[in-house]
């Protein structure tokens, strides 16, 4: 799954996600999969999006989603609150940042996903 963060997020705007996340997961989850979240143009979000995205992504990983990839340039505030929704030492599943998504989707293939022609679509 490819996912782009845009803005400031309100809880709102995390519940609606969610609720997007989920049905696009639908068709993904009988098996393993992975997502990668690009948040260069995510501008954080409201202490109240927190438990909504942490519930969200233990759900993915009960769900057989076995590895996250965020991609941003080096950002102290985004690190510490992605972090505060599932931390990148968390074990339930691999979570890596990169720099670029060459170097994300790179991850990905040598983990045993198959990265077919990785395109993003502003």
Same mark, same amino acid.
């Given at each position: @799954?490819?996912?782009?963060?845009?803005? /400031?997020?309100?809880?709102?705007? %995390?519940?609606?996600?969610?609720?997007?996340?989920?049905?696009?997961?639908? &068709?993904?989850?009988?098996?393993?999969? /992975?997502?990668?979240? &690009?948040?260069?143009?995510?501008?954080? /979000?409201?202490?109240?999006?927190?438990?909504?995205?942490?519930? @969200?992504?233990?759900? %993915?990983?009960?769900?057989? !989603?076995?590895?996250?990839?965020?991609?941003? +340039?080096?950002?102290?505030?985004? /690190?510490?609150?992605?972090?505060? !929704? !599932?931390?990148?030492?968390?074990?339930?599943?691999?979570? +890596?940042? &990169?720099?670029?998504?060459?170097?994300? &989707?790179?991850?990905?293939?040598?983990?045993?996903?198959?990265?077919?022609?990785? +395109?993003?679509?502003?």
């Amino acid at each position: @799954m490819i996912i782009h963060c845009y803005g /400031s997020w309100s809880g709102t705007t %995390a519940l609606q996600f969610v609720e997007e996340f989920k049905r696009a997961a639908q &068709f993904l989850y009988h098996s393993a999969w /992975s997502h990668i979240v &690009f948040f260069d143009d995510w501008v954080l /979000s409201t202490p109240e999006c927190e438990p909504v995205i942490t519930d @969200m992504l233990e759900w %993915a990983v009960r769900h057989n !989603m076995t590895h996250s990839v965020r991609i941003y +340039r080096e950002d102290a505030l985004k /690190s510490y609150q992605l972090n505060k !929704m !599932m931390d990148e030492r968390d074990d339930s599943h691999v979570i +890596r940042h &990169f720099y670029t998504e060459e170097q994300g &989707f790179a991850w990905l293939q040598e983990c045993g996903y198959l990265v077919e022609q990785p +395109r993003v679509v502003a």
